[in-house]
C-alpha cells in the first residue's frame, strides 16, 4: 500500500472552504483502492466530525454516510484482528502511550499492517511518540 489516510486529510476533502482542502483532495484523488487505505475506525472518527462541525459545515447523518461511501469507494479499509488489536495495545502501552493519543496509534497499526509507505494526517504531533518505525511514513499531504 502506497499510502495510508488519516482522518484529519478525508475531513477536509468534503469541505471546498476548509484550510487544508486543496491539498487533502489532491492527495485523496491521487491514490485508488489499490494504492491507499484507511483504518476501519477513520470512517467512525470522519462521521463524528462531520456531524458534529460548528454551524453550517455540520451536516446530517445521511449526508456523513454519503461522503463516507466515497471514501470507502476510493480507499481500501483496514482493520485489525483481535490479536492484532491486543499486540498494538501492549506494543503502544509499552512506549508509554495515554489517553486518546491511543487511537492515532492504533490507526499508525493499521498503517503498519497494510505496509503503507506513507501515512498523511494534518495532525503530525499525535503521531510524532508513535516510534520511528511510524514516524517515518508521516507526511502532511
Not at 445521511?62 to 481500501?76: S, T
Not at 501515512?119 to 502532511?140: A, D, F, K, M
Request: aromatic share 12%; proline share 3%; net charge neutral.
Amino acid at each position: 500500500m502506497k499510502a495510508f489516510f488519516d482522518s484529519s486529510v478525508l475531513v477536509p476533502v468534503f469541505y471546498g472552504d476548509h484550510e487544508h482542502h486543496e491539498r487533502s483532495i489532491a492527495a485523496f484523488k491521487k491514490y485508488g483502492k489499490a494504492q491507499a487505505c484507511c483504518g476501519l475506525h477513520t470512517l467512525a472518527e470522519v462521521y463524528s466530525a462531520l456531524t458534529r462541525m460548528p454551524g453550517r459545515h455540520r451536516i446530517s447523518a445521511e449526508q456523513a454516510i454519503l461522503f463516507i461511501e466515497n471514501v470507502r469507494e476510493r480507499l481500501a479499509v483496514v482493520s485489525l484482528d483481535a490479536e492484532e488489536y491486543w499486540h498494538g495495545l501492549k506494543k503502544f502501552a509499552d512506549l508509554g502511550i495515554v489517553g486518546s493519543t491511543i487511537y492515532d496509534a492504533m490507526l499508525g497499526y493499521c498503517a503498519l499492517k497494510a505496509k503503507a509507505q506513507t501515512i498523511y494526517s494534518w495532525n503530525t504531533r499525535h503521531y510524532q511518540q508513535l516510534g520511528p518505525e511510524i514516524v517515518s511514513l508521516l507526511q502532511t499531504p
